[in-house]
């Protein structure tokens, strides 16, 4: 399913790190960007089960306004993002996308998460933290 956004404010960096810090995504894309949903999924990074995961999130957010990320990763590789594989990561406020403004939080890697290839969908949302991952928010963007 592809979510429903009726106005883009743009994600405009995923950047996941390990532990040590070392780089396992970092995807930049525009902050002007007028598409929904962009979908990144041939950009892959490596992570390992029970591990955390440190990741920070930003975006444009159309002036002084508050908004929301949330990250969901299909690990048990179903083809759907439930509720138990979503993580509200935070908000950041009045960016221009381009400002280094950061949402941060972690991403846990169940023990006993799927091996193989898995997708994981971030939203960004005005106003409030989403919960569904094929909703329909009035501001914002999705990225696969």
């Given at each position: ?18 532990a ?78 381009t400002?280094?403004?950061?949402a ?8 006993d ?32």
């Open positions: 399913c592809i979510p429903t956004i009726n106005n883009v404010e743009a994600i405009t960096r995923v950047f996941l790190t390990d040590d810090a070392a780089t396992i995504i970092d995807n930049s894309s525009a902050a002007s960007s007028t598409v929904p949903y962009e979908d990144f999924t041939a950009v892959e990074g490596t992570v390992i089960q029970g591990q955390a995961y440190p990741i920070a999130l930003e975006g444009y957010t159309g002036g002084n306004y508050t908004n929301y990320f949330t990250v969901w990763v299909d690990w048990n590789q179903d083809g759907a993002f439930s509720a138990s594989e979503m993580m509200p990561i935070g908000s950041i406020v009045n960016s221009t996308g400002d280094g403004k950061q941060v939080g972690t991403i846990n890697v169940p023990a998460a799927v091996l193989g290839a898995t997708t994981m969908r971030v939203i960004k949302n005005f106003g409030a933290s989403p919960t569904a991952s094929c909703g329909t928010y009035s501001f914002g963007q999705a990225e696969d």
